[in-house]
């Protein structure tokens, strides 16, 4: 029995890298290639650290040729403002080793909170400016007049990696980023109309849970490769606004199905009729992927659902005993059948762009990301504090190869910083350093220096390099991978004149080996993450996001509220995964507040309105201020207000009072706050932090 686990368990695991693409081969291959170019072009130009070269092209190796270029791009800069950084660091304090690593460390810390408040690869360059800064400095220690030699050499070999890994991603059987777009957004329409399909006819709970939670992702990748694909091509940049569009439609149309699904409709003649439309077609899709290839027969379809839905029911109609209700769920029908209709015009769109620059007036849908400042600040303290603690170690002991560690101790407590667990990242780039140590001594100490020369060495390095690359192009393997591949280069240090030295090589590695050890300490003990206390800092903006779109005259865009709270929730989502039910219970809040917000959206266009009464107006202003209030003040534990009940009084005095279809508009939203808030108390209340 346990025998049959254990062989299930082993195929299971290594079914994904005993089975790479043609993809995967091609991304191994190419990479490799690359790597040995430049290494060969180092060796040419007679570069101090050939290594670099070659280590580059690994560490901005991408499987998408946008993603490589953005990454290589942003490295660059990282790598100039640290080159600039260590110039006029070592300038000033050079003399004073206490003020030069003490410089540094703040340094260090200054980029790690600038690094934690931006994305990929934004997010890379910033880290880099830190660290690369403290691999210039520190060579220069005492020595302050080699500085710009030192760094105009790191840079020479950091450009010689990057156009190397350019070129090549985008010359040998590219995977375009623009492609990949196109690929991916026509996945998520088929995992858009499949969510839809089982929210419409009452599908497994926990399936479409995973769904919605994939879909949230999708779309933050879609908007990261958007940039991805502008660096690849300029001409991208035509279709820029055509991919934002998109973007906000796909989370309009996932709000919308969302809805629908949590308030299951009655059955009424009203009703009925548009709900069976939109299943009928959702499940078509979803079952037909090729349709994709010809969007304009959904298009139309959907058109006439979302015409339907609109149309106000008869009063005579059977609605079943809530007129409002069915007023509330046609209208979110309609709503989903509109986005979902926009969304395949967007593909439609990015498949036969446009030539020249758009002359819409329209304004592009803003996509607003989640910045965490305390977050961000404890990045940085501890990022700081931990390297000035190891260069105080290093002047105190004079231990030459402490040096190694200060810098290992400044790249993982900067670079892993704003991950998630950065202590599972930490040990899994240590596995992987620790994994390359056997290898690059048989080569380096052993092979090469009995069979020197680059044939020899591309003979020894490519068995092992293509099966790293291969794990590097695994989602499961990639960052043990790519801590093998560098460091393996970084222990190995080819050069054309390979000799044999065990004592610098063991050095060297342990001071390694011990700064990741040390980062990872750090990480455990200085300031460290609480996955509970980072999702209660999204929870409350979430709820504060809330409070403003009550109070605030300035109303802002749809596209903004739900693209910046899709973004929290998908920041909620790697901290609460181990949380059970706990943790659902958060993710069920934030899609509800989303839900909640869309509505408050719908009430201030109607408060707004010319043609809404003044007291209506008025009723929907005190609403709004009360649930505000309820927000930013209530507690856990405490009573609810009377939020909840005024906003059913509210809605169903305005339903007795007309019936005209704004109004019900109106009673519709107050009804679906109210349940949304009722059926999430905890969320909607003040955390005890």
């Known amino acids: 029995?346990?025998?049959?686990?254990?062989?299930?368990?082993?195929?299971?695991?290594?079914?994904?890298?005993?089975?790479?693409?043609?993809?995967?081969?091609?991304?191994?291959?190419?990479?490799?290639?690359?790597?040995?170019?430049?290494l060969l072009a180092a060796y040419a130009l007679k570069l101090d650290h050939p290594q670099w070269a070659m280590m580059t092209v690994f560490i901005v190796a991408q499987p998408v040729a946008g993603m490589v270029l953005a990454k290589g791009f942003y490295r660059l800069l990282g790598t100039l403002a640290g080159g600039l950084a260590a110039i006029g660091i070592t300038s000033v304090f050079g003399t004073n080793p206490w003020l030069l690593v003490t410089a540094l460390s703040v340094w260090i810390g200054l980029c790690t909170l600038v690094s934690s408040l931006l994305r990929n690869p934004e997010a890379y360059g910033a880290a880099l400016a830190g660290y690369t800064a403290m691999i210039i400095g520190l060579p220069a220690f005492g020595q302050p007049h080699v500085v710009v030699d030192l760094a105009v050499a790191r840079c020479a070999e950091i450009v010689l990696g990057i156009v190397c890994a350019g070129l090549t991603s985008?010359?040998?059987?590219?995977?375009?980023?623009?492609?990949?777009?196109?690929?991916?957004?026509?996945?998520?329409?088929?995992?858009?109309?499949?969510?839809?399909?089982?929210?419409?006819?009452?599908?497994?709970?926990?399936?479409?849970?995973?769904?919605?939670?994939?879909?949230?992702?999708?779309?933050?990748?879609?908007?990261?490769?958007?940039?991805?694909?502008?660096?690849?091509?300029?001409?991208?940049?035509?279709?820029?606004?055509?991919?934002?569009?998109?973007?906000?439609?796909?989370?309009?149309?996932?709000?919308?199905?969302?809805?629908?699904?949590?308030?299951?409709?009655?059955?009424n003649a009203a009703l009925i009729p548009v709900r069976s439309e939109l299943q009928s077609l959702v499940s078509e899709l979803a079952a037909t992927p090729e349709a994709l290839d010809d969007t304009s027969p959904w298009v139309t379809r959907l058109d006439a659902i979302a015409g339907k839905a609109r149309q106000m029911p008869d009063a005579s109609t059977d609605q079943g005993d809530d007129r409002v209700g069915t007023i509330t769920r046609l209208t979110i029908a309609a709503d989903f059948a509109e986005a979902f209709k926009q969304v395949l015009r967007g593909l439609d769109a990015l498949r036969a762009p446009v030539t020249g620059p758009s002359r819409s007036n329209r304004q592009p849908p803003a996509l607003v990301v989640h910045r965490d400042y305390p977050g961000a600040s404890r990045n940085a303290i501890r990022a700081g504090l931990a390297t000035l603690a190891v260069a105080a170690f290093w002047l105190t002991t004079k231990w030459s190869d402490a040096a190694g560690t200060v810098i290992l101790v400044a790249v993982v407590s900067s670079l892993f910083a704003a991950r998630p667990d950065p202590v599972r990242v930490s040990w899994g780039f240590f596995k992987g350093t620790l994994l390359a140590l056997p290898f690059a001594f048989l080569v380096g100490q052993v092979a090469l220096p009995a069979l020197p020369g680059f044939g020899w060495f591309t003979l020894f390095v490519v068995p092992i390099l293509v099966p790293t690359a291969l794990g590097m192009a695994n989602p499961r393997t990639v960052g043990v991978a790519t801590a093998f591949a560098i460091n393996f280069l970084a222990f190995l240090s080819p050069h054309q004149a390979m000799t044999y030295a065990p004592g610098p090589f063991f050095a060297g590695s342990a001071s390694v080996l011990v700064g990741i050890l040390l980062a990872i300490g750090v990480f455990i003990v200085v300031l460290p993450v609480d996955p509970w206390r980072a999702a209660n800092r999204i929870v409350r903006a979430m709820r504060e996001d809330l409070a403003r779109l009550c109070l605030h005259e300035r109303v802002p865009r749809r596209s903004a509220f739900e693209s910046l709270a899709y973004d929290r929730i998908n920041q909620l989502m790697p901290l609460l995964q181990n949380a059970g039910r706990k943790g659902d219970a958060i993710l069920g809040g934030g899609v509800a507040a989303v839900t909640v917000g869309l509505e408050i959206l719908r009430l201030r266009a109607a408060q707004q309105r010319p043609s809404t009464p003044s007291d209506t107006a008025l009723s929907i202003a005190n609403f709004l201020r009360g649930l505000a209030r309820e927000l930013l003040f209530r507690a856990p534990g405490e009573p609810q207000t009377a939020t909840i009940t005024v906003a059913r009084q509210y809605a169903a005095g305005l339903s007795e009072r007309s019936g005209s279809a704004d109004t019900l508009q109106i009673a519709a939203s107050l009804r679906i706050i109210a349940a949304a808030i009722e059926d999430f108390p905890d969320f909607f209340t003040r955390d005890r932090g």
Do not use: C, N
């Open 1 to 38: 029995m346990i025998r049959a686990r254990l062989k299930s368990y082993f195929e299971t695991s290594l079914a994904g890298l005993t089975q790479p693409t043609r993809s995967d081969w091609i991304f191994a291959l190419r990479t490799v290639s690359a790597g040995l170019i430049a």
């Open 170 to 267: 985008r010359l040998i059987l590219p995977k375009l980023a623009a492609d990949a777009i196109i690929s991916r957004l026509k996945r998520s329409i088929l995992d858009l109309a499949t969510y839809a399909g089982g929210a419409f006819s009452g599908g497994d709970p926990a399936t479409l849970a995973g769904l919605h939670r994939k879909l949230i992702t999708d779309a933050q990748m879609l908007a990261e490769m958007r940039a991805y694909a502008r660096l690849e091509a300029p001409s991208f940049a035509t279709r820029a606004h055509p991919v934002r569009l998109t973007i906000g439609q796909l989370l309009s149309a996932l709000s919308a199905a969302r809805a629908l699904h949590s308030h299951a409709a009655p059955k």
